[in-house]
């Protein structure tokens, strides 16, 4: 379960402590246990832990692959989906989201075809966990929200939902979209109580307490996190006290109390280290970093915390926590007047706040240039990004140093010779600073402005009685005469419109007559040719099946019996040439067993047209000097191609293929299969020496090519010339279209 999991594994950033030999010696009895089973239980077990320490990615698309393999040949649904959900986990951890969704999608879409709930909901969950990671909110609440829908009612997926439903409310959380957050983190704590899961509840509250945090309910927060921290130490949840340890060193640094923030954030750190993934290691030294660049004397300590923090978020693409490492180095090197170097970490933070596009990111980037262009002297620039903090902050958005970006944007205005507009907000920095002032001030204000409003409405009302009275009077008058001339102009178009409708009617049943009849006709037609075609497809792939069992079975066999009594009878004076003889006749016989491996029918149940096509064209034996590609366009569920196009697009290729060897002459050929909205079309192409279609008769094979195309309503073209090579193109209307 992504985010909640309690592995206590360490991780091998850290052989100094002792713990990477534990971790190498299990995985490589894991290892061990697949070499010798050789099946997809032990490699998936290979898997689930690479999974869980999120750690040689690499490895775990190896053994991906290794299930793929058994999926292609036992043909199963079950084997292809452990597949593709483990290379979708395997590029979530590079921090590729876009292979990591692909190979998910494929993955769910199998499951939910199966109806394998627990198989879905499993990949909802991991893909709402590694979008909120990658900061794409949106696609992560689509997930899991789907996994949600799914559990909501099932008991035995009742812990997923309290998992998902905590993600859920992490997303609204992460956005800074604080009261969407509270109200999805407060309903995800009634459940867990509910359930009596004691550890989810401990997420709850940790959620809770920073949400109130951000919402500056200090009371709430510290209550929070007191409830968590208590029952982390009585269950021994060390991974989780890690978090909790983090949110209370960020509230002490909020209030002004960096020194007492540090044990909290050094204890967090050191959990982390010890318990911990790249994700929490990065988090906490962020954390860490940020509490002692409050601190003047701890700056250059900051420095070399925050820098430790990048290449581990890198490495798990936390764009979220990039963006605050980013802010936070601009800061310390402006504060030790060095722009160059704070100019350079802006440069960083402005690219991913433009990625990201959200409320947090953007107000970090504007507050962090805002001061090194005031530094720099350059007080235009400066204005710019001041304006842009306060008017978030004007829109809700809450910092508890609000008032300095007032007070900066007033010494900006002075340095600009605009007193006036440095007198605005020097005022508004001390109207917010001093809170009671403010309210007083607003009392005031209040009382006038009452008095004054409550004077004008009085007379207003009058003034308004009597233009009211007037104006009804006015408005029955016109009322009753626009009505009678209303109901009546009513009344003529519905005569009129119902006529009209009559004569349509007849006009529409007389015309449909006439296309039923020509309908009919046509249909009639269209299956006494599809009837015709389709017996001759099917007994010549019935010929083809008999002739590829022919091969195998006897033919086969009967030359590797002829070769064994021929090796036994020259044992003993066998000559060179008589062992060429025999390895001539030994690859006659492999050529023939590869040609009825081919000649049978493919099985399109679980695997798909581009996995056949694919198969087949990197197995296939080339004479010297002859080059074959194969491209298919990417990001396609095959699957939803009909199983008969399939098919008849493989035989198609491999007709056309065997054509383009034989007789082209060719140095390269190259086959794609693309689709594109409605149309799937499939195109070989040769450089060889081509022929003249209007004197050359059509052949068997392009005979062959044009009736399986009619079976299933597709359209060939041929383009030839002599000298110019053959380039074939069939291309078929697919009632389907990928979203």
Same mark, same amino acid.
């Given at each position: 379960?992504?985010?909640?999991?309690?592995?206590?594994?360490?991780?091998?950033?850290?052989?100094? @402590?002792?713990?990477?030999?534990?971790?190498?010696?299990?995985?490589? @009895?894991?290892?061990?246990?697949?070499?010798?089973?050789?099946?997809?239980?032990?490699?998936?077990?290979?898997?689930?832990?690479?999974?869980?320490?999120?750690?040689?990615?690499?490895?775990?698309?190896?053994?991906?692959?290794?299930?793929?393999?058994?999926?292609?040949?036992?043909?199963?649904?079950?084997?292809?989906?452990?597949?593709?959900?483990?290379?979708?986990?395997?590029?979530?951890?590079?921090?590729?989201?876009?292979?990591?969704?692909?190979?998910?999608?494929?993955?769910?879409?199998?499951?939910?075809?199966?109806?394998?709930?627990?198989?879905?909901?499993? /990949?909802?969950?991991?893909?709402?966990?590694?979008?909120?990671?990658?900061?794409?909110?949106?696609?992560?609440?689509?997930?899991?929200?789907?996994?949600?829908?799914?559990?909501?009612?099932?008991?035995?997926?009742?812990?997923?939902?309290?998992?998902?439903?905590?993600?859920?409310?992490?997303?609204?959380?992460?956005?800074?979209?604080?009261?969407?957050? @509270?109200?999805?983190?407060?309903?995800?704590?009634?459940?867990?109580?509910?359930?009596?899961?004691?550890?989810?509840?401990?997420?709850?509250?940790?959620?809770?307490?920073?949400?109130?945090?951000?919402?500056?309910?200090?009371?709430?927060?510290?209550?929070?996190?007191?409830?968590?921290?208590?029952?982390?130490?009585?269950?021994?949840?060390?991974?989780?006290?890690?978090?909790?340890?983090?949110?209370?060193?960020?509230?002490?640094?909020?209030?002004?109390?960096?020194?007492?923030?540090?044990?909290?954030?050094?204890?967090?750190?050191?959990?982390?280290?010890?318990?911990?993934?790249?994700?929490?290691?990065?988090?906490?030294?962020?954390?860490?970093?940020?509490?002692?660049?409050?601190?003047?004397?701890?700056?250059?300590?900051?420095?070399?915390?925050?820098?430790?923090?990048?290449?581990? +978020?890198?490495?798990?693409?936390?764009?979220?926590?990039?963006?605050?490492?980013?802010?936070?180095?601009?800061?310390?090197?402006?504060?030790?007047?060095?722009?160059?170097?704070?100019?350079?970490?802006?440069?960083?933070?402005?690219?991913?706040?433009?990625?990201?596009?959200?409320?947090?990111?953007?107000?970090?980037?504007?507050?962090?240039?805002?001061?090194?262009?005031?530094?720099?002297?350059?007080?235009?620039?400066?204005?710019?990004?001041?304006?842009?903090?306060?008017?978030?902050?004007?829109?809700?958005?809450?910092?508890?140093?609000?008032?300095?970006?007032?007070?900066?944007?007033?010494?900006?205005?002075?340095?600009?010779? /605009?007193?006036?507009?440095?007198?605005?907000?020097?005022?508004?920095?001390?109207?917010?600073?001093?809170?009671?002032?403010?309210?007083?001030?607003?009392?005031?204000?209040?009382?006038?402005?009452?008095?004054?409003?409550?004077?004008?409405?009085?007379?207003?009302?009058?003034?308004?009685?009597?233009?009211?009275?007037?104006?009804?009077? +006015?408005?029955?008058?016109?009322?009753?005469?626009?009505?009678?001339?209303?109901?009546?102009?009513?009344?003529?178009?519905?005569?009129?419109?119902?006529?009209?409708?009559?004569?349509?009617?007849?006009?529409?049943?007389?015309?449909?007559?006439?296309?039923?009849?020509?309908?009919?006709?046509?249909?009639?037609?269209?299956?006494?040719?599809?009837?015709?075609?389709?017996?001759?497809?099917?007994?010549?792939?019935?010929?083809?099946?008999?002739?590829?069992?022919?091969?195998?079975?006897?033919? /086969?066999?009967?030359?590797?019996?002829?070769?064994?009594?021929?090796?036994?009878?020259?044992?003993?004076? /066998?000559?060179?040439?008589?062992?060429?003889?025999?390895?001539?006749?030994?690859?006659?016989?492999?050529?023939?067993?590869?040609?009825?491996?081919?000649?049978?029918?493919?099985?399109?149940?679980?695997?798909?047209?581009?996995?056949?096509?694919?198969?087949?064209?990197?197995?296939?034996?080339?004479?010297?000097? @002859?080059?074959?590609?194969?491209?298919?366009?990417?990001?396609?569920?095959?699957?939803?191609?009909?199983?008969?196009?399939?098919?008849?697009?493989?035989?198609?290729?491999?007709?056309?293929?065997?054509?383009?060897?034989?007789?082209?002459?060719?140095?390269?050929?190259?086959?794609?299969? +693309?689709?594109?909205?409605?149309?799937?079309? +499939?195109?070989?192409?040769?450089?060889?020496?081509?022929?003249?279609?209007?004197?050359?008769?059509?052949?068997?094979?392009?005979?062959?090519?044009?009736?399986?195309?009619?079976?299933?309503?597709?359209?060939?073209?041929?383009?030839?010339?002599?000298?110019?090579?053959?380039?074939?193109?069939?291309?078929?209307?697919?009632?389907?279209?990928?979203?």
């Amino acid at each position: 379960m992504k985010m909640f999991r309690t592995l206590f594994i360490l991780l091998c950033l850290l052989p100094q @402590l002792g713990w990477g030999a534990d971790e190498d010696s299990e995985l490589s @009895l894991l290892r061990q246990k697949a070499a010798v089973q050789k099946d997809v239980k032990g490699y998936s077990a290979v898997c689930e832990y690479l999974s869980n320490i999120e750690l040689h990615p690499d490895l775990l698309l190896l053994y991906a692959d290794s299930i793929y393999q058994l999926a292609m040949q036992e043909n199963k649904a079950a084997y292809f989906m452990e597949c593709y959900r483990w290379r979708g986990e395997a590029y979530f951890i590079q921090g590729d989201f876009t292979n990591g969704a692909y190979w998910y999608r494929k993955t769910l879409a199998l499951a939910e075809r199966d109806k394998r709930l627990e198989d879905a909901v499993t /990949c909802c969950a991991n893909m709402g966990y590694y979008f909120n990671v990658a900061a794409q909110y949106d696609s992560a609440r689509y997930y899991l929200k789907r996994g949600i829908d799914m559990t909501e009612t099932v008991p035995s997926q009742s812990a997923q939902y309290r998992n998902m439903l905590t993600n859920y409310a992490s997303s609204f959380l992460f956005e800074g979209k604080t009261d969407s957050a @509270l109200v999805y983190a407060l309903r995800a704590e009634k459940r867990s109580l509910a359930d009596k899961d004691t550890a989810m509840w401990i997420e709850n509250l940790n959620q809770l307490g920073t949400i109130y945090r951000r919402k500056k309910s200090m009371d709430e927060c510290v209550e929070n996190f007191k409830k968590a921290l208590s029952l982390c130490e009585a269950q021994g949840n060390f991974r989780t006290a890690t978090y909790i340890y983090g949110n209370i060193a960020t509230v002490y640094g909020e209030w002004k109390r960096p020194a007492d923030a540090i044990p909290f954030s050094q204890k967090a750190l050191e959990y982390a280290l010890k318990y911990g993934t790249p994700q929490m290691i990065g988090i906490f030294y962020v954390n860490l970093g940020a509490i002692q660049i409050s601190m003047p004397e701890k700056k250059r300590e900051a420095i070399a915390t925050l820098q430790k923090a990048i290449p581990v +978020l890198e490495s798990v693409n936390n764009k979220r926590r990039l963006c605050e490492a980013y802010n936070h180095l601009t800061n310390a090197y402006l504060y030790l007047e060095q722009a160059d170097s704070a100019m350079y970490y802006l440069h960083k933070l402005e690219a991913l706040s433009g990625e990201l596009k959200t409320d947090v990111e953007r107000y970090r980037y504007h507050q962090a240039r805002a001061q090194l262009l005031q530094y720099r002297e350059d007080y235009a620039g400066a204005v710019q990004s001041y304006r842009h903090l306060t008017d978030m902050l004007e829109a809700g958005y809450r910092d508890s140093k609000d008032y300095e970006h007032y007070l900066h944007l007033s010494e900006c205005y002075h340095a600009l010779h /605009c007193d006036g507009l440095a007198y605005d907000n020097l005022y508004e920095a001390y109207a917010i600073r001093d809170s009671a002032f403010y309210h007083e001030y607003t009392e005031q204000l209040s009382d006038f402005s009452v008095k004054y409003q409550t004077q004008e409405k009085e007379l207003e009302i009058a003034r308004l009685r009597q233009s009211e009275l007037e104006r009804e009077e +006015l408005l029955l008058r016109n009322r009753v005469g626009w009505g009678g001339t209303g109901a009546a102009l009513l009344i003529v178009i519905l005569v009129f419109l119902y006529i009209r409708q009559r004569q349509k009617v007849k006009l529409a049943r007389l015309a449909q007559s006439v296309g039923e009849k020509e309908r009919q006709f046509l249909v009639l037609q269209k299956e006494t040719e599809q009837r015709l075609t389709q017996k001759y497809i099917d007994g010549l792939e019935s010929e083809r099946e008999r002739m590829a069992t022919e091969l195998h079975d006897d033919v /086969c066999n009967s030359l590797l019996a002829f070769e064994m009594n021929f090796r036994s009878m020259t044992e003993e004076g /066998c000559t060179p040439a008589m062992n060429e003889q025999l390895t001539q006749l030994s690859n006659t016989r492999e050529r023939l067993r590869n040609m009825s491996h081919e000649l049978m029918p493919p099985a399109f149940q679980y695997a798909t047209i581009d996995e056949m096509l694919s198969d087949y064209l990197s197995h296939l034996a080339l004479p010297k000097g @002859l080059k074959l590609e194969y491209h298919a366009t990417e990001l396609i569920d095959w699957k939803r191609i009909p199983q008969n196009v399939g098919f008849e697009f493989y035989r198609i290729a491999q007709e056309a293929v065997a054509n383009a060897v034989k007789y082209a002459e060719a140095r390269h050929i190259r086959v794609e299969l +693309l689709w594109d909205k409605h149309i799937l079309s +499939l195109t070989v192409r040769d450089d060889g020496k081509g022929f003249d279609m209007s004197k050359k008769k059509k052949g068997i094979g392009l005979r062959t090519i044009v009736q399986r195309a009619d079976a299933i309503g597709a359209t060939v073209d041929c383009q030839t010339a002599p000298g110019a090579g053959v380039d074939l193109k069939v291309t078929v209307n697919v009632d389907y279209e990928y979203g």
